[in-house]
């Protein structure tokens, strides 16, 4: 089952639409709910992490 949530990247908001109704950008897919976005964040920390090892 695939989310219809779209998110912006310019101003990080959630949307339905194709296009931000604030920035009037086009709107990415949002990725499944195990991948937050905060998961990004991890990610960068752990690639960091190695690399201080
Ligand atoms: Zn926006």
């Known amino acids: 089952m695939r989310s219809k949530i779209?998110?912006?990247k310019a101003c990080?908001?959630?949307t339905l639409k194709e296009i931000c109704p604030i920035c009037e950008v086009t709107?990415?897919?949002t990725?499944?709910?195990r991948f937050?976005?905060?998961d990004?964040?991890?990610r960068y920390?752990?690639?960091l992490r190695?690399?201080?090892r």
């Open 45 to 47: 920390r752990r690639a």
């Open 36 to 38: 937050s976005p905060e």
């Open 27 to 29: 709107t990415s897919p």
């Open 31 to 33: 990725k499944p709910a």
């Open 50 to 52: 190695q690399e201080t």
């Open 12 to 14: 990080n908001l959630y």
């Open 40 to 42: 990004r964040y991890g």
């Open 6 to 8: 779209k998110k912006c």
